[in-house]
């Protein structure tokens, strides 16, 4: 078993501000956007090294996609930057109309996403936002789970032609992903292997993930581990072929059971070759205030949950 | 100098389109499309610097954006008469499997269009992104655009006025199709506008307006000087005064028309009242 290390806790959102600040290095098409969050989006150092192809829109969410969606006119690749809450419900329908039906080469990247924002509480923890974007005909959702992945995930973009909405947070967690990797949209990342279950983790539950598969093989359970980083499109024949050999599932997610990862995977299942799922999410409610440690485990998405979720799941087999 | 019989032939020839477009599939907007004939014909056989052919960057070129997308009749009609595609297509305006849908849409590959548009207010932002990319490749040509009046209550709109000012984005001319009638009735009586020149004004804008919006010189004399105003650190509006349902008599005057296609006898009475000219798709 491969044991993966922590080289020391860092936000998800700085790895997509370093991956945007190499992204205006090598490539002169990329332009970003923001929305009066250019800190909390770590845009800061694109926006130093490239006042020209940087846009500070203001409070103004709306007409920062549409200026995304026009800006795709004669070449640029258009990044915008906000809370996930902002960059989703806020602007459903001009991302709609103006980005998805439009086929605009726009990257919606959208930081404090989910109940890890934390103290600002449930007006700005959007938990909907996957369901929301993965609905989008053409759309690419991706929930990176580190800084080293969405550093990776943000050059990936770039290369793809095509509507991406990337979602990354706010606290810090561990970085344990390769500095080096190559981020293949669409193509899970199998952690380790396993016997009795698969955990299918995405976005800041892979972490959590991994420490429950070592408590739990001191259980003597063996836990296959998949950090699936994108939801759309999913890879379906990995999942299909671990779930396959261990028999059951369960998906672990910062994001409301409904219209989430555990969803897609369901579905998937369902399809192809039913076996029995538990869904570490939360359940069809909003949160509130506090730390996001406090939260993650009052609202049951962390390691703990996904034991409990994993006995569960192997009884049912 | 422009060619003002052929011109005035086009107009009439492009309202008969807009009619037998709406008549055929029973929906549609004639009352909007019809204001704005003597505007896109202006446009895009005189005033907008074209390429041939259409390419989704149009770099090189003017490129137009339509915001009040309900209007698509008048725009599919202009556009397959100056070569964008072929005119029989207009047989197929909102039938299954057509490239021309009830509001333009770029899913279907139809050239001419750029962007999608139908759910109101979203094209003053595009367009200004447009514009923005316009700038960043130094490319001297302008963005137009149309919206409607009715139209400028979704406040997207004002969040895309506030942004071009402060960024001087002075490379677009936005027309406001100023007829003062939307579905519910007039927009006096649906939410009022108030000073919409003042409005553009204390937002930065350098404002003018076209008087006689269904005055094909009106509306040539009035765009020339929309140009002659870009390029001086200010976005430019226009606000063209129009008679929605321009052309055909009792069409004019009412919100009645705005999304309704007339009957066999309406439009007979209305194809009368604008006889063939160029030719018929």
Sequence with gaps: MKKYVDTGKKDTRSGFGAGLTELGKINPNVVALCADLTGSLKMDEFKSNHPERFFQVGVAEANMIGLAAGMTIGGKIPFTGTFANFSTGRVYDQIRQSVAYSHKNVKICASHAGITLGEDGATHQILEDIGLMKMLPGMTVINTCDFNQTKAATLAIAEHKGPVYLRFGRPKVPNFTPEDQSFKIGKAVHLQDGEDVTLIATGHLVWEALEAAEALSEKGISAEVINIHTIKPLDEKAILDSVRKTGCVVTAEEHNYYGGLGESVARTLSTHAPHPQEFVATMDTFGESGTPAQLMEKYGLNAEAIINATLKVIDRK | MPDMNYLNDLIIQVRRDILRQVHKVNSGHPGGSLGCTEFFVALFQEIMDRKEGFDMDGIGED?????????????????????????????????????????????????????????????????????????????????????????????????????????????????????????????????????????????????????????????????????????????????????????????????AWHGKAPNDEQLAIGLAQNPETIGDY
């Design chain 2, 63 to 255: 490129i137009f954006f339509l915001s009040n997308g309900h209007i698509s009749p008048v725009f599919y009609s202009v556009l397959s008469r100056s070569g964008y595609f072929p005119v029989e297509e207009l047989n197929t305006f909102r039938l299954i499997n057509s490239r021309l849908q009830g509001h333009p849409a770029t899913h279907e590959g139809l050239p001419g269009i750029r962007v999608a548009s139908g759910s109101l207010g979203q094209g003053i932002s595009v367009a200004l992104g447009a514009a923005c990319t316009k700038k960043l490749n130094n490319d001297q040509h302008l963005i137009y655009t149309l919206c409607g009046d009715g139209e400028l209550q979704e406040g997207q709109n004002w969040e895309a006025i506030m942004f071009a000012a402060g960024n001087k984005i002075d490379n677009i001319i936005v027309t406001v199709d100023y007829n003062g009638q939307q579905i519910d009735g007039s927009t006096e009586s649906v939410l009022p506008l108030g000073n919409l020149f003042g409005k553009f004004e204390a937002f930065g804008w350098d404002v003018m307006e076209i008087k006689e919006g269904n005055n094909l010189q009106a509306i040539l004399d009035g765009m020339k000087e929309a140009k002659s105003r870009t390029g001086k650190g200010k976005p430019v509006c226009v606000l063209m005064h129009t008679v929605m349902g321009h052309g055909v008599d009792f069409m004019m005057h009412t919100h």
